[in-house]
Each structure stands twice: as C-alpha cells, then as structure tokens.
C-alpha cells in the first residue's frame, strides 16, 4: 500500500517529452523522494511547428509516448498527474483538438501554458539546480518551439520572455546545408539581431554577468565536456559548469562535421545532431552580443519549476 502522496510531471516539449514520478516529502522532510525520471525524443513539432499545424505522424508519436508514460504512472501508483504543453501546441491551429485526443485516448489532462508562464517555470527550475545568489545571470533555455529567456538572482525575477525561435524553427529555416554555409549561419544572426532586440535592451539594463542553460542543446554540451574529460555522466550533476573555451570546441565541429560525423561525437545523442548546429549559432550569438564568458549547463527546467512551486 502506498501511504504517501505521488506526483507525476509531465513536460509535452516540441522536441522531447519528460516524465518526472515523485513521493512527496512528509512534513518536516525537506525534498521529494525522485522515483523516475526518463524522456523521448518525439519531435511533436517536426513538418509543422513552423506552419502553426501539427502532423499527424507528429501527433501520433506524442500519444504512443504518453501511453508509455501512462503505464509508468499507473505502475507506480501515483495520486496526482500534472501535464504541460509549450510552443508547438499552444501556437498550432489544431492544438486543441490534440489536446482533447490526448484526454480521450490516455486520460491525461493537458494544460498549454502561455511563453511568460513557461519563462516562469524554468527559472523556478533552474534555480533549484544553481546558487544564483545576489548575481544577475541570464537564463536560456532553446526548446524545439520557442526559446526563453529570464534574468534573474536567487530571489528575484527582472525580467522575461519566450520568443518563438527554438530550434525546430531555426532548423526548418537556416538549416540550408550540411555542414552549415558561413551565410547560413550570418543570415541566422542577422535574424537573431532583429528578433533578439527585446532581449538586448533588457540585458542592457539589467547587466547579468552568467549565462545559464537548460534542456536538450545545454544537456548535450555538459554531456560533451564530460565525455571530453573522461568523466562518467550516468547521473547528470544538476548543474555542469562550462568554460567558454568547452563551447567553442564543440561548436568548431558542430559547423565542421556533418551529421554522421556529429552523431559519431561522445555524449551526442542522435535526435540532436543537426539541430544543435542552429541552437549553437544562438548560443555564440548570446556569448558574443552581450560579452559572457561564463556559462552553466542546469539539468533542471521546467518539470522541476512545476514541482518547486508546488512545495512552495
């Protein structure tokens, strides 16, 4: 019998999906006891998160995967399911009726969370992985649909926004060769220095001196590093420190090498080894435009943000 409460999150990215199963703490115990944690590559915003409609085969493996983590959910018994979508559902035409699938055919109910909200979120979540402390960093987090970014200490959030240029968009329009032409990658930041002017003025005014990263592309580079380093990665640490000069390593081959050359590279998984060419031509473009030169890989983002909030 299970005596204590279980918490499944689940984080419907565009590209990949995450299933976190949690026993929530007694009173008096400090943290949630993590029973499972695992994710897919499902890639639910590929052929139609730039046209604002998702595919079917899209959608049907967003429901194969919920399925899975519907048997996950049953097996270890939990009491209560929380489901977010980001950019891909809440931008598409035919989001509503995926969402109303997904209820009807796995019982999961879906709730599509605005770009401020998900900004939010991920910095509750990355804050439970790095001691921001009294320091402004700038968080980032590229997902397959928008990309967020929050300035931010340890208390207090300045200022954010989502901006729907994640990497499944900056692949579908900037991913002209393999590897990338250098015009590929200048009409990329050039797009980046219109789009980005939000974020300029903010980071003009605020003045974060870190860069802090989260999910797929941030994962991968740590993974890298480790794999560079000869360090076992089988647990990832909830945050991997980054020298800039690690990123650029990567990045030289990311530009260099061609997709089997890249998923050929320890630590890359295969899902990410061409839309981490375009999300690292954002990265140098954040490194470069506003003179960082220190960077944070975070594991934790938006599932483990949902979870902060809820134990307050």
Do not use: C
Not at 109 to 115: N, P
Not at 137 to 159: C, K, N, Q, R, Y
């Amino acid at each position: 019998m299970i005596r204590h409460r279980r918490l499944a999150l689940i984080d419907m990215g565009t590209n990949t999906f995450h299933l976190l199963i949690v026993e929530l703490p007694e009173a008096g115990h400090a943290a949630p006891k993590t029973l499972l944690s695992t994710k897919a590559g499902v890639k639910l915003g590929e052929g139609g998160v730039s046209k604002g409609e998702l595919q079917p085969a899209a959608m049907d493996r967003a429901l194969h995967t919920l399925q899975g983590f519907r048997e996950e959910i049953e097996l270890h018994q939990v009491t209560d399911v929380r489901a977010t979508a980001t950019s891909a559902v809440r931008v598409a035409r035919n989001g509503r009726e995926f969402v109303q699938r997904v209820f009807e055919e796995t019982g999961i109910q879906v709730e599509v969370i605005d770009g401020a909200r998900e900004a939010e979120l991920i910095a509750y979540g990355i804050r439970q992985a790095v001691p921001l402390g009294a320091t402004r960093h700038l968080l980032m987090d590229i997902g397959g649909g928008s990309v967020e970014f929050i300035i931010a200490d340890a208390d207090t959030i300045f200022w954010k926004q989502s901006f729907e240029i994640g990497g499944q968009r900056l692949l579908d329009q900037f991913f002209r060769h393999d590897p990338l032409l250098p015009s590929d990658i200048a009409d990329e930041q050039a797009y980046l220095a219109t789009a980005l002017a939000p974020l300029t003025a903010a980071v003009q005014q605020y003045q974060p001196t870190v860069l802090v990263g989260s999910s797929g592309t941030f994962d991968t580079l740590a993974d890298m590093h480790a794999a560079r380093r000869g360090e076992p990665r089988s647990t990832p640490p909830p945050a991997t420190t980054l020298s800039t000069e690690s990123f650029y390593e990567s990045y030289q081959l990311f530009r260099t090498l061609d997709n089997a050359g890249r998923r050929a590279l320890p630590g890359m998984l295969p899902m990410r080894a061409d839309m981490i060419v375009v999300a690292s031509v954002l990265i140098d473009y954040v490194l470069q435009t506003y003179g960082l030169t220190q960077v944070i890989a975070s594991a934790y983002a938006l599932k483990e943000g949902m979870l902060a909030e809820m134990l307050g």
